[in-house]
C-alpha cells in the first residue's frame, strides 16, 4: 500500500503566505510526476502545479507568479508555496502523486485526502 499525506493547511489573511508540504509513503517503486490540486465550496476540483520527476513545472494561470511547487525524491515529497494567498485561493489542496509500487509496475494516479487553506481576514 502507498498514501499521500498532506500538512500545512490553515487559516491565513489576504497577502499572506503557507507552504503545503506531501510526503509519499508505502511500497513505492517510482514517482513520476506530482501536483498540488484544489476543490473549493460548490466547485469542480482543479489544477494548481505539477512537477515532473526531472523538476519540469506547470501552474495554473492562477497561480503563477504567486506559487511554487517544488519536490524532493529523497524523501518522496512535494511541496508548495504560497505567496500573496487571496480569498479566491480558499480550498481544499489535494497531493496528486502518479507511482508504481512494489507489487504493481503500473503508474497509477493516487491522491491525499487533502487539506484546507482559508483565506480571510
Known amino acids: 500500500q502507498v498514501q499521500l499525506v498532506e500538512s500545512g493547511g490553515g487559516l491565513v489573511q489576504p497577502g499572506g503566505s503557507l507552504r503545503l508540504t506531501c510526503a509519499a509513503s508505502?511500497?513505492?517503486?517510482?514517482?513520476?510526476?506530482m501536483g498540488w490540486y484544489r476543490q473549493a465550496p460548490g466547485k469542480q476540483r482543479e489544477l494548481v502545479a505539477t512537477?515532473?520527476?526531472?523538476?519540469?513545472?506547470n501552474y495554473a494561470d492562477s497561480v503563477k507568479g504567486r506559487f511554487t511547487i517544488s519536490r524532493d525524491n529523497a524523501k518522496n515529497t512535494v511541496y508548495l508555496q504560497m505567496n500573496s494567498l487571496k480569498p479566491e485561493d480558499t480550498a481544499v489542496y489535494y497531493c496528486?502523486?502518479?507511482?508504481?509500487?512494489?507489487?504493481?509496475?503500473?503508474?497509477?494516479?493516487?491522491w491525499g485526502k487533502g487539506t484546507l487553506v482559508t483565506v480571510s481576514s
Open positions: 496528486n502523486a502518479k507511482m508504481s509500487t512494489t507489487t504493481s509496475w503500473a503508474f497509477k494516479d493516487y
Open positions: 508505502g511500497s513505492i517503486f517510482s514517482i513520476n510526476a
Open positions: 512537477i515532473t520527476s526531472g523538476t519540469s513545472t
